[in-house]
């Protein structure tokens, strides 16, 4: 099979994790791109930040950092505040209540994964993320975007409510960090594609 384009992207500051975890983290190597460990929480928050509108990321992330002043909610909560489009499987040895977990679901957390889970489990449900989001609105235009010559991806394609020009570079990273021209762009796009295909205008191919 060949590898899924994305990026692993771990919190947890457990030191020597990949050593501890051969058999996961091999695998990892096998079906996705690359695999990037944040012993720093704040460190990975930017990073997703920072490289939201550039590839696609998977987030496995621990709940427990005993040495931080915050924790795998407050991270969560960090990077919901600007995307909900990332997603985010949570992967701990704690065993929390129900009233605990709900910020964590309130925050779309993808799924929750016990650190004793198997490495067949963990690849699974990073495929289900994966394909998940690959049927995200922004993957669908990132692939229609890549069709497109360098050049034509620079050229001012639409105007904004606020009269800002965009390209289809800029209208791809707005809808990835949800601004509001982003979310606005997306739903527009959606009842586009709704009425498109309820007059049988538009025929679906693979």
Same mark, same amino acid.
């Given at each position: 099979?060949d590898? =899924? #384009?994305?990026?692993? &992207?771990?919190?947890?500051?457990?030191?020597?994790?990949?050593? $501890?975890? +051969?058999?996961?983290?091999? !695998?990892?190597?096998?079906?996705?791109?690359?695999v990037?460990?944040?012993?720093?929480?704040?460190?990975?928050?930017?990073y997703i930040k920072?490289?939201i509108d550039?590839?696609?990321?998977?987030?496995?992330?621990?709940?427990?950092?005993p040495s931080?002043?915050?924790?795998?909610?407050?991270? =969560? #909560?960090?990077i919901? &505040?600007?995307?909900?489009?990332?997603?985010?499987?949570?992967? $701990?040895? +704690?065993?929390?209540?129900? !009233?605990?977990?709900a910020?964590?679901?309130?925050?779309?957390?993808?799924?929750?994964l016990?650190?004793?889970?198997?490495?067949?489990?963990?690849?699974?449900?990073?495929?289900?993320?994966?394909?998940?989001?690959?049927?995200?609105i922004?993957?669908?235009?990132?692939?229609?975007?890549?069709t497109?010559?360098?050049?034509?991806?620079?050229?001012?394609?639409?105007?904004?409510?606020?009269?800002?020009e965009?390209?289809l570079?800029?209208?791809?990273?707005?809808?990835?960090?949800q601004s509001?021209?982003?979310?606005?762009f997306?739903?527009?796009?959606s009842?586009?594609?709704?009425?498109?295909?309820?007059?049988?205008?538009?025929?679906?191919?693979?």
């Amino acid at each position: 099979m060949d590898k =899924l #384009n994305a990026i692993i &992207v771990i919190i947890d500051d457990e030191k020597n994790i990949e050593k $501890s975890n +051969i058999a996961l983290f091999t !695998e990892l190597k096998i079906n996705f791109e690359s695999v990037i460990v944040f012993m720093n929480q704040q460190e990975g928050i930017n990073y997703i930040k920072n490289n939201i509108d550039k590839q696609r990321m998977l987030v496995l992330l621990d709940l427990g950092f005993p040495s931080e002043p915050t924790n795998g909610h407050d991270i =969560l #909560n960090s990077i919901r &505040v600007f995307s909900f489009l990332v997603p985010v499987l949570i992967w $701990s040895g +704690i065993d929390e209540d129900d !009233e605990t977990f709900a910020d964590l679901i309130n925050n779309k957390a993808f799924a929750f994964l016990n650190k004793n889970a198997s490495s067949d489990e963990i690849i699974s449900k990073l495929t289900e993320a994966y394909e998940y989001a690959d049927n995200d609105i922004s993957i669908a235009l990132e692939d229609w975007i890549s069709t497109h010559s360098d050049e034509d991806k620079n050229k001012p394609y639409i105007l904004s409510l606020n009269g800002k020009e965009l390209t289809l570079n800029e209208i791809l990273k707005e809808i990835r960090i949800q601004s509001d021209i982003g979310k606005s762009f997306s739903k527009k796009l959606s009842k586009l594609t709704i009425d498109l295909l309820t007059r049988n205008k538009e025929n679906l191919d693979d």
